[in-house]
């Protein structure tokens, strides 16, 4: 379930790239609990186009478990640049959710709580629902979905709304997938409480045959009226380089 939950929260080429790759799982027949577990290594750390990363090499991992009935609970994290808006030098995430599927049509619900264990002083953590709609086309998949904050102090006392749409194709009789992505973001954003925000990503992967690795590259750009960066440093558009395996 990483996958859908990590393309709502992050566009880096990782959170691309595997939402078209399936990865193994270790599977407890009798309870019908799935294991699975994933880590990357990203040339940057995009959040819905900003980075993260202050430009730094980001090291990225996280373990999902599927429930019986379609529910499931997992966990992210990734390294982070220290001086970024005093978010400190680590990300973790914690989720959990429903998804199912009716044909072609896939669905998913839940909700992410956003923690910065070492960050400086104030209030960082905050909480996130979302939800999203898929269809499979062949090769293709298409979905669109939507996350929401609500009111929070680490949010500057006003909430957040996300809505985005993503399209991913597997080459036939290859190894290479493409995908695209495309956000927009109302209220809260990294470098100011009161904004809105396009974010952007074309990409490419390729799986390694007879390995758990994937290799990505994306291009990522975010543009928005009231982004609090006039030097660009953490809004510049950028391509981002990932190195991912998932067993």
């Not at 900003?50 to 429930?67: K, M, N, P, T, W």
């Not at 680590?90 to 998913?108: P, V």
């Not at 009789?173 to 009161?194: C, K, M, Q, R, W």
Request: aromatic share 12%.
């Amino acid at each position: 379930m990483l996958t859908s939950v990590r393309s709502i929260t992050a566009a880096s080429v990782f959170a691309l790239s595997a939402a078209f790759a399936a990865p193994a799982m270790a599977q407890d027949e009798g309870i019908g609990v799935e294991v699975s577990a994933n880590v990357a290594m990203v040339s940057e750390y995009r959040f819905r186009g900003v980075d993260l990363s202050g430009g730094e090499f980001a090291i990225q991992g996280g373990v999902d478990v599927g429930l019986p009935a379609g529910f499931y609970v997992g966990t992210w994290a990734s390294s982070l640049d220290e001086q970024t808006v005093g978010y400190g030098s680590t990300e973790l995430d914690i989720y959990g959710g429903w998804a199912g599927e009716f044909g072609n049509i896939s669905t998913d619900v839940g909700v992410i709580v956003y923690i910065y264990p070492d960050a400086g002083a104030g209030d960082f953590d905050y909480v996130e629902f979302y939800g999203s709609v898929g269809v499979g086309l062949g090769p293709a998949d298409v979905s669109v979905g939507i996350a929401y904050a609500p009111d929070q102090d680490s949010l500057g006392g006003t909430d957040n709304f996300y809505i985005y749409a993503d399209a991913g194709v597997g080459i036939p009789e290859t190894p290479i997938s493409l995908s695209a992505h495309v956000g927009y973001t109302d209220g809260f954003l990294t470098f100011t409480n009161d904004s809105e925000a396009i974010d952007w990503s074309l990409g490419a992967a390729v799986a390694i045959p007879g390995t758990p690795l994937e290799l990505g590259v994306a291009y990522v750009g975010v543009e928005g009226d009231a982004l609090i960066d006039p030097a660009g440093t953490f809004t510049d558009d950028a391509v981002v380089f990932t190195l991912s395996a998932s067993i």
